[in-house]
């Protein structure tokens, strides 16, 4: 228990998913190319992202703290992601799907959850443009570096995929210096 507090208070030593980086095309976004992993989700309805982020957050810490079929303690990782499927006007509610990646020993054989709401979700390899910014992220924030990553995927003429999208965070709360958060627009994949 002590490990995983310290871990999620401090954000230090945690595993992320492997990616593999292609050359950049501006200096304002990176491409990442994500390999085929599990990640423990689970999804949520609402009008507000950042109270999505904290059922979806508690949901999940509950599952790594042993609320699985297993009754196994897995360590947190880093990031958390937050795929966002906007409601179809302004005043529609979207859809939140707040992961945690699987931690490299459990990739093989994640515990199955205990809680209805959680999954284990395969996600097949992707490639995202990253956008990175500090600071503690709330919603208008999100909404911000979301809008400058459209504008440079624009000018640059990238096919990219306009919905769903993705606000990630790396830090616990209580960090309070050199915070990372991004934003992901995942590229468009050529039909075959």
Known sequence: ML???GQVLFSTGLQNPKFTAEEKKGDDYEIR?????????????????????NTGFRRLFNYIQGNNQNKVKVDM?????????????????????????????????????????????HRKE????????GGFSNE????EELLKLLESLKRDGVEFVENP??????????????????????????EQ
């Not at 599990?38 to 109270?51: H, I, K, N, P, Y």
């Not at 208008?140 to 909404?143: A, G, I, S």
């Open 165 to 190: 999208f993705y606000a990630v965070g790396y830090d616990s709360p209580f960090k309070l210096t050199n915070r990372r958060n991004e934003v992901w627009i995942l590229k468009k994949e050529m």
């Open 77 to 121: 990782t880093a990031p958390v992601t937050c795929r966002v499927d906007p409601g179809a006007g302004p005043a529609c509610e979207s859809q939140f799907t707040v992961s945690f990646y699987i931690p490299e020993e459990h990739q093989e054989t994640p515990p199955e959850p205990s809680d209805p709401q959680v999954f284990v979700e």
């Open 3 to 5: 490990k995983a507090v």
């Open 126 to 133: 992707f490639t995202a443009y990253v956008r990175t910014y």
């Open 33 to 53: 190319t994500y390999h085929a992993t599990r990640w423990v989700s689970t999804t949520l309805s609402g009008m507000q992202w950042d109270a999505a982020m």
């Open 140 to 143: 208008k924030m999100k909404r």
